[in-house]
């Protein structure tokens, strides 16, 4: 069982930044992939970015170039660095960990980005 607690989100006007922080009960990053997705009022959830074992990263589209995401193996922690936000961005930010056949989540972090 690992519990995922996400923290960081809030309201900032386009062009501004967050960084999302995502802490794992245990050291997952050597057996799953992380992941942070978003799910927009009446839309569904969608991957945003994850990072593999090996630190090998991916980016939906409409983020590439403004997110980044990283971990700190020591802490336990992924984090996500918002840059660039646009009022597109807002939404819940959900914290994932795939540990085959498992699927954890986060309760999600509120982003709202104010035009």
């Known amino acids: 069982q690992v519990q995922l607690v996400e923290s960081g989100g809030g309201l900032v006007q386009a062009g501004g930044s967050l960084r999302l922080s995502c802490v794992a009960s245990r050291n997952v990053f050597s057996i799953g992939t992380m992941g942070w997705y978003r799910q927009a009022p009446g839309k569904q959830r969608e991957l945003v970015a994850r990072?593999?074992?090996?630190?090998?990263?991916n980016y939906a589209d409409s983020v590439k170039g403004r997110f980044t995401i990283s971990r700190d193996n020591a802490k336990n922690t992924v984090y996500l660095q918002m840059n660039t936000l646009k009022p597109e961005d807002t939404a819940v930010y959900y914290c994932?960990?795939?540990?085959?056949?498992?699927?954890?989540w986060g309760q999600g972090t509120q982003v709202t980005v104010s035009s």
């Open positions: 994932n960990v795939v540990i085959i056949p498992n699927n954890y």
């Open positions: 990072i593999s074992t090996g630190g090998s990263t």
